[in-house]
Each structure stands twice: as structure tokens, then as C-alpha cells.
């Protein structure tokens, strides 16, 4: 899958922050990997472009590639992945300054299933005291 809206930065001390725009995963109940059209900009911070790469892939978003440099990331951006102690953020509306950067477990987690109301079975129940 070719991702646009991405791009890179090196850093002076030679690592380099990596920013793409992915589709967002899935949330709630939802049915496919990538199928509610939001987008998310995910910045990594990392050696280099293919460690920044492999982290995201290791993350279980196995379809990322990084295609030229079209959006590199802003100062603003660099400053957030680079106070971050995981190298690695996103947030959903990357026009949106007022958003805050959040970590990317907070992305990736699963949302926690519901518990199945269950109905007390005859005979089993207690007496009120």
C-alpha cells in the first residue's frame, strides 16, 4: 500500500524522524482493518528510515512504505516524537494544532469486548439477607 502524505527528516545527530499519514485501524465493533476513512499521522522517531519502518511493522501495520518525501514533518511535530519516551505518536486530525500527540498503544489497542449480561440461572438464586 503506497502511502502519501509522508516523509522524513534527518536530525542532526544522524537519526532521523519519519512522519506518515496511514489509514486509522480499527476501533469498537468496526469490520475491517481500515475501513472507517480517517486518517492519522504517525511520526517515529528512529537510526534510520527503514528502523522507523520496521517499528511500525512490528506494531502489526504490515503494509507500511514510506514513497519520497512530500510532507516531512514540521518542527512542531519533530519537538513532540522527540519529548516523547517511545519515539513514537500519532494524532487524528494532523491539520488540528490543538490536538494533543497521543502515544501509539493508544492506537493500536483493542477495544474491550463488552461482558454478555447473564441471567440468573433457577434454583441458584440467593435469598435477600
Not at 536530525?11 to 476501533?27: D, E, F, I, T
Not at 517515529?44 to 507500511?64: C, D, F, I, K, Y
Not at 522527540?82 to 494524532?91: M, N
Amino acid at each position: 500500500m503506497k502511502m502519501s502524505g509522508g516523509g522524513f527528516i534527518r536530525l542532526p545527530g544522524g537519526s532521523v524522524v519519519v512522519a506518515l499519514s496511514l489509514p486509522r485501524p480499527p476501533h469498537g465493533a468496526r469490520s475491517g482493518l481500515y475501513d472507517c476513512g480517517c486518517r492519522v499521522r504517525v511520526l517515529v522517531h528512529a537510526v534510520n528510515r527503514q528502523r522507523a519502518l520496521t517499528r511500525l511493522r512490528n506494531l502489526g501495520l504490515r503494509s507500511v512504505y514510506l514513497r519520497g518525501n512530500t510532507e516531512p514533518p514540521t518542527p512542531d511535530e519533530i519537538t513532540a516524537v522527540l519529548h516523547h519516551p517511545d519515539g513514537l505518536v500519532w494524532r487524528e486530525a494532523p491539520e488540528d494544532d490543538t490536538e494533543s500527540w497521543h502515544p501509539i498503544r493508544a492506537l493500536l489497542r483493542p477495544q474491550p469486548a463488552r461482558p454478555a449480561v447473564a441471567e440468573p440461572a433457577e434454583g441458584n438464586e440467593r435469598p435477600a439477607a
